[in-house]
């Protein structure tokens, strides 16, 4: 078994590409939106993982993918 290199995008919050990877986990970049839409797999290496903001940062971040994926008609 091989560890996928790759995150996929799952939102811009706060000019902050949030990537989500095959397990689950939860990672981010300054990526510009106009460099990478959305559904656009990035390479893990370039990227931090979400964990390592701030603990207010993270929870804001993760009210806003709730908040999106409530729309979406998601979780």
Sequence with gaps: MSFNQYATIIAYIDD????EDDFGDLWYADIP??????GAAIEIQILHRLDALPESDQQSILRQIDAQASQAGGV
């Design 16 to 19: 902050l590409a949030i990537c």
């Design 33 to 38: 939106e106009s460099c990478a839409e959305p």
